[in-house]
């Protein structure tokens, strides 16, 4: 009761403020304030004391590295998709893009060798893109193409498979068939309702400074995306911290087992497609083609992925569209790795 | 009171994200403790433009536009836990993983591809933890025998085995912390030092099995165990200094 009656009492001096129209504080947030900063440090220090200390801190260093490393990568994406949303006029893209849809699917996914950076970049570019007028089907395709096959990509793989160049051009394939394959089946069976309505990239609006809507959409697309992407990174340490790697090497022996294994791995680890390919060269205990499924599923499908992906698209959206996507990467990474590797 | 506060918070949060990121990679090495070195500008740059996207927030968004049906002047939800790594990264960064990580990670292994060169006559030799490892398990010239090695890593108790047996140990980055793998050489002797202690220590093999192969164990017998302060960039497997 007594809080009640203090909110009252703060909300009428911010409301009279608001009338007189000076800039006011609404009168919740001292309060927000206040608990952001005491809620997750008391958390953390009762967590502190009640469990394992180590292991509270190893999460949150965990935690805090995936989000870091991917926050710069995050903001090139929505950057990116602020830029498309202000700056390209309506139908330029399909202009680009061959007028059949299930053409397009393809161009879509060999267009993303140009995006250098890692799957964060690649959701926000994917909503403008179809914001921007380009069928969902290609956007998906660009989507999931992007962070696999773009140049720094197949270089770090390279890198991390010396001597094994048959490893590239699987990789390279695989995830190009994964991309056009859901590409197409978004064609056959994807339904719009899915989708949540992308209303803030409706591009330029006349007698709009094009630069306002660029840094506004840019500013928007990055808290939104940015809160999901620390939603994911708490996923994957979690994960991280709780299953320690030598659990791993017990599904090294069976070789399909050992597959499904490593794409589950994929989604629950979260790890950068610029680097996944090092982790999947230090997993010596594991068939090659299972290592391949591990590098085409951990850029499409991960828990910071499908964070971001609800966020962007929706929830109905995003479990769909990344168990369909497991289901299809996998399948493709197995009939590339039996005749390649 | 979707007004002038809302828009205030906004402009806070992307301040507060911007002075995260530039407290840890401009004006402290923290970054180190979550990323390789080269992520310095990208998160350099990061910070700033979020620093000035903040500030510009704060000092044009105050006409409204709510008259629209693309509002971008709404705070996501969501968007709140971004305060928390913010926050963090500002006052309450945790520390580089260590012993408890490594403890529960099997050692990373180490392929050397090319043929051993021939090891230089310095006397204690200065060695990473990498080429050690490979040295005894694939050195069929048994180079390293008799010869006494000096490496810097941190400490990694044992738990379970007899006194005076523990890992030395270096995490080492691919990417970030998220893929942390750790390299370890098993050393005898020694005093007991607690866990996260960064020592540099000289000693020879310990011997068993056929040094060269696979069947030789990747151990040392420490002769001195000396305290060292830890590097600021922990995550490499890099040669002891001095």
Redesign the interface.
Known sequence: MQNTGVLVEDGRP?AAG?EAGT???????PV?LLG??VV??GA?FLLGRWGDA??V??W??????????A??FL?LGT?LSGAINAFVPEGVFNRILPRRPALAVPVAGVAGVVLPGCECASVPVASSLIGRGVTPAAAFAFLLSAPAVNPVVLTATAIAF??NPAMVLARLLASLATAVVMGWLWLRFGRAEWLRPV????GH?HGHSRW?EF??????D???A???L??G?MA??TF?VAV???VL?TFAGAPWLSVLFLAGLAVL????S???A??AA?L?GFPPVARLAFMVVGPMVDLKLIALQA?TFGRAFAVRFSAATVVVAVTCSALTGGMLL | ?K????????AG??AL?GLG?LH?SLFTDL?L???KEG?RL??V??GA??LL?GI??AA??RTERTE???D??????????????A???LF??????????AA???A??VVH?SDFDPLPATSPLPMTLSDFTSRVREDRGQAIKGRTIRMTGFVTPLPGTRDGEWDLTRIIL??????A?SVKVRVHGGPRLPADTWVTVTGTWHPGGRLGTKSAPVALDARTVTEVPRPSNGYQDALPLG
């Not at chain 1, 840094?215 to 928007?220: A, N």
């Open positions: 911010a608001d800039p006011a504080p609404p009168r919740y947030w927000l952001a900063a997750p440090g953390l180590p292991a801190q190893a949150r260093t965990v935690c805090l590295a995936v989000t870091v490393q926050l710069p903001l950057a010396p001597g209303v803030r990239h409706t609006q306002d840094r506004r959409g840019f500013q928007h990055f808290l939104h940015g809160g999901f620390v939603l990174a994957a340490a991280n320690p790697r030598s090497d680890l979260a790890v950068c610029e680097a996944d090092f982790l230090s010596t966020g | 009171m007004g002038p506060g809302k828009r205030s918070l906004r949060l992307l994200c990121l840890v970054c403790r979550y990323v992520m990208p998160l740059a990061s433009v979020l996207l510009a927030s044009l968004d629209e049906p693309h971008h002047s709404g705070l996501p939800r969501v968007s709140w836990l971004l305060l928390l790594p926050l963090s990264l309450y960064a945790p520390p580089a993983l260590g012993a408890y990580t529960r990670q099997p990373k292994i591809d691919n990417c970030c912390a998220a893929d793998q």
